[in-house]
């Protein structure tokens, strides 16, 4: 894993040492080198850039202008050769102020930094797995994205079945079967041969028939009793 910087400082010496001390840290990756921010501005449209090393004094923009004017979310290094800035940079978030001529070791710490805040945004906490919230499934001769909290309910259609989600109607090319064995069955339940509803969706329950929206979807006989059951799962009050 190397984070992806670039140089931004109109003083070609300047851009040389930089470059050659981020060559010689192996999670740094150099991808470009600008003389002002304006030029800097390319690099983004091509890469997720996690780290700027970004001087003050330039043409056109200077580096704090720049700062006050981007909502970039990459890490911001000042390397400049005035110390006067250092305030206004940090309440602008900078995560470290390098004076130049800069030390190595200094630059590494700095750098150090900069790799230590990009773990912390990227791992989860320990035991926190990343949230499940949604599956891919082909629609329409491509790959579409639908979340679970989306999806009302599915109705079989033969070797097809029927998406309902909140903005549509999806036909898929996939059983019903396939489907329920594939779905989280925390979330989804088999309610018919030809249903499976979204439970968190479910408004009310008249009879054998579930509402969810303005639809109303039927209990299949066979499966009322644990349908009940998974559904209710305790929470119905009763008088006592």
Known sequence: MKL??????DEPAARKIIAEFIEDIDFLELVGQAENPTRAIAFFNHYVIDLIFLDINMPVINGIDFLKSSNNTASIIMTTAYTEHAVEAFELDVLDYLVKPIPFDRFLKACNRALELYQLKNQ????????????FIKFN??????FYDDLLYIEALTNYAILY??????????????????????IFLKVHKSYIVNRDKIRSIEGNMIKIGNEKIIISQSLRESVMNEILNGKLIKRH
């Open 4 to 9: 992806k910087c670039i140089i931004v400082d």
């Open 124 to 135: 989860s906490a320990p035991g926190i797995q990343k949230k499940d919230d949604h599956f």
């Open 141 to 146: 001769n491509q790959i579409e994205k639908v």
């Open 165 to 186: 989600t909140t903005t549509r109607q999806m036909v898929v090319y996939m059983t019903l079967k396939s489907l329920e064995e594939q779905l989280p069955g925390h």
